[in-house]
């Protein structure tokens, strides 16, 4: 671990994203990760045993950075994609990431964005959830519905450009992640997520889940007005509380002690207000790693719904895609078993000039299509931006 006064001091601008050589970047308001090069993948598999993979992983080669980064998708099933990295440093404390003198890909001129699905069909696979949980009162509770915006740029997308443009909003993780390259073309997942899926550090264990969603204003008087209108919003607590339920359930018979605070709390990104509770427990067996945890956690309620396995056939029925590695997990481990993982939203899969953005809201009665398209708009917005472009200007706001 290093203290240096500037990233820059230990890790000069070029050597972040060296052409042609996967990296990857986790930074958050404590510390940021830096890791380089791939020394290993790991075998890919499911999440069920994606924990025993990692300790074997780690007695087999002992040598090199103590610590797997990297990926796991939304489907349980789908493969994780984690890495050995040759080089990694964290460092302590906030810090500026290296602002890259190459510019992100040229605007304007041969900029083509489309909505996939349109956002119509979208709208209507929020109403048949909607009838859905109205037909199942009793065995489905909530859905998480997302739709994805494809853009494509007039020459290969910088991630460098990408995650400073995207590290502006100190309030989010920002993160770029190696996923397993396509056809020889090298992918990331780039976001900047604002949610803590869980950490582990020795016996303790946090979470930050966040649920219940209202847009930003650049008006003070209207921003204050919309985070009042969430905290009294009896829907979005109700859509709040059930991720709360679901990991206090998980963590609970895990944990010595477990402490979810009364009463919800707000945590405001640059463009959304969002309902969010700190989850902070002590766990009863040292042997149970993070990776352990996120395969219990993972899908919460936030980007699932619940019961998790109705939800999640819905999902399939509804939405008409693959998710990928959105609103899966993002982060990393070392072999104590500690490790960090992000919710993977606010995010994009980038391949080349390709980039596919997602977004998703909660559904629970009450919720209403015209009301669910605005929010994902609104949480395209931070990515967009990244992009040089706005909700606005592609017709989404
Ligand atoms: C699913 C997403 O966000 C999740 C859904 C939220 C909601 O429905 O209010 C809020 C925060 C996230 O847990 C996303 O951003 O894609």
New binding site residues.
Partial sequence: MVHPSTLNDVLPEDRVFPANRPSYVLRSGDETLLAYGVARELPGGAIADLADRVRRHFEEHPTGPDILVGAIPYAREAPAYLLRPEKALRVMGRHELATPAGRLAPQGFGTQVTAEPPTDVFSAAVARGLARLREEPDSLRKI?L?RSLRITVGSDISIPALIARLAVDDAVVTFATPLSPREANLRFLVGA???LLVERRGSRVFSH?????ARRSPDAARDREAAEALLSSEK?RR??AL?VEQIMDVLSPLCTELQAPDGVTLKATRS?W??GTRIKGTLKDIGTSSVDLVALLHP?P??CGMPRIEADAVIRDLEGYDRGF??GAVGWCDSSGDGRWY?S???AEIEGRHARL??????VPGSTPEG?LA??AH?FSAMLEAFGLSAAQIGEA
């Fill in positions: 998480v997302s997520t604002p949610e889940p966040l649920a219940g969603s979005d859509e709040h991720v959304m969002h309902l919460t936030a980007v959105y609103a919710v939203i606010r995010c997602y977004a998703g809201a909660g559904i669910e929010e994902t949480k």
